[in-house]
Nanobody, 122 residues
């Protein structure tokens, strides 16, 4: 099991930027694909982005392509989500997740963080 702790959430105006971090511990981080999900009030949790164990492959949902960038630093056991040109509809609790499978990390990852709130004001 991988323990995951998110940070970096907050309140930002539309058009602004935030960078989320996800610190991992407990297992060899570089053995895992990792990703981000989000859950807005009254909505189901949705997949946002994922990255392979070495950073060579990334996936994004269409609504964040060109605005969000996922990355990782295996030497620091940390994953990041750079969010630019934020919109009010990006408001949600953001969760990081991990799985040994790049496919599964996009759907039903085994390990989850506690979440960090991102609020974008109009």
């Amino acid at each position: 099991q991988v323990q995951l702790v998110e940070s970096g959430g907050g309140l930002v105006q539309a058009g602004g930027s935030l960078r989320l971090s996800c610190a991992a511990s407990g297992r060899t981080f570089s053995n895992y694909a990792v990703g981000w999900f989000r859950q807005a009030p009254g909505k189901e949790r949705e997949f946002v982005a994922a990255i392979s164990w070495n950073g060579g492959i990334t996936y994004y949902i269409d609504s964040v392509k060109g605005r969000f960038t996922i990355s990782r630093d295996n030497s620091k056991n940390t994953m990041y989500l750079q969010m630019d040109s934020l919109k009010p509809e990006d408001t949600a609790v953001y969760y990081c997740a991990a799985s040994r499978s790049l496919v599964r990390v996009q759907t039903t990852p085994e390990d989850w963080g506690q979440g960090t709130q991102v609020t974008v004001s109009s």
